[in-house]
C-alpha cells in the first residue's frame, strides 16, 4: 500500500543545533501531520498542515507543507536532550481518511 | 479535558485465545481509528468508526474487528491470535474534520 518516505532512519545531532526531516510520497496527500513518539508511550500530534505551502510553527518546531502536495519536512531549532524520540509522519487523503505513516526518524542529541 | 484512554496498557496471550481491547475517545470526538504499530511494519491502520459504523478498513484478516458504542467508544478484538499479532495497538479520536490524537496504546504480547 501506499508508504510516506522517511530518511534516515536515524538522526544524531549536537544539543543546541537545528535538525531538519523530510518526509515524501509519490502520491498527493491534502492534510500531513507530524507526531513525535516516545518508547512505550503513543505518538503525539506536533504539527498539523491543511494548505499546500502552508508554513507552520510551535515554539521551536517549524514544519511546511510542500507545495506539490507530495511532501512535508519538519524542522528543529536548539535541540534539547528532551527532543530524543521518533518522528513520524502521516498523511490524510481527504479528511476523515486513514492516515498513513511513514517508518519515523530516530532522533538522538548528545548533551 | 482528558486525553485518549487505552485500557488495557499491557496484555500477555497465548496463540489461539482471543483478546478484547478498549478505548475511551476525547469527550465529544466522534471518530475512532485502531492502528497496528510494529518494529517491521510501522504503524499501519486496521479501521476506523464513526457514530457506531465502519467507515474505513484496512488490509487486516477478518480476525481483526471492531465496534464503536453509542458513547463512541469503542473495542476491537482479535481472535484465534497468532505470534505475528504481538504488537503495540493505537488508538486515535478526531473530531471528525480535524486532527487525529492518539491514546498511550496497548502492548499485546502473544506467547
Known amino acids: 500500500g501506499q508508504q510516506l518516505n522517511q530518511s534516515p532512519q536515524s538522526m544524531f545531532i549536537q544539543e543546541g543545533e537545528d535538525v531538519s526531516m523530510n518526509c515524501t510520497s509519490s502520491?498527493?496527500?491534502?492534510?500531513w501531520l507530524w507526531y513525535k513518539q516516545d518508547p512505550g508511550e503513543g505518538p503525539v500530534l506536533l504539527i498539523a498542515?491543511?494548505?499546500?505551502?502552508e508554513l507552520t510553527s510551535n515554539g521551536r518546531l517549524t514544519a511546511q507543507f510542500g507545495i506539490t502536495r507530495k511532501d512535508s519536512f519538519l524542522n528543529i531549532s536548539a535541540s534539547i536532550p528532551s527532543d530524543v524520540g521518533i518522528y513520524f509522519c502521516?498523511?490524510?487523503?481527504?479528511?476523515?481518511?486513514?492516515?498513513?505513516f511513514g517508518k519515523g526518524i530516530t532522533l538522538s542529541v548528545r548533551p | 479535558k482528558a486525553g485518549v484512554t487505552q485500557t488495557p496498557r499491557y496484555l500477555i496471550k497465548t496463540r489461539g485465545q482471543q483478546v478484547t481491547l478498549s478505548c475511551s475517545p476525547i469527550?465529544?470526538?466522534?471518530?475512532v481509528s485502531w492502528y497496528q504499530q510494529t518494529p517491521g511494519q510501522g504503524l499501519q491502520f486496521l479501521f476506523e468508526?464513526?457514530?457506531?459504523?465502519?467507515?474505513n478498513k484496512g488490509n487486516f484478516p477478518g480476525r481483526f474487528s471492531g465496534r464503536q458504542f453509542s458513547n463512541s467508544r469503542s473495542e476491537m478484538n482479535v481472535s484465534t491470535l497468532e505470534l505475528g499479532d504481538s504488537a503495540l495497538y493505537l488508538c486515535?479520536?478526531?473530531?471528525?474534520?480535524?486532527?487525529?490524537?492518539f491514546g498511550q496504546g496497548t502492548r499485546l504480547t502473544v506467547v
Open positions: 486515535a479520536s478526531s473530531s471528525g474534520d480535524r486532527e487525529a490524537f
Open positions: 468508526y464513526f457514530s457506531e459504523t465502519q467507515r
Open positions: 502520491s498527493i496527500f491534502n492534510t
Open positions: 502521516a498523511g490524510q487523503i481527504v479528511t476523515n481518511s486513514k492516515l498513513t
Open positions: 469527550s465529544g470526538h466522534r471518530s
Open positions: 498542515l491543511y494548505k499546500a505551502g
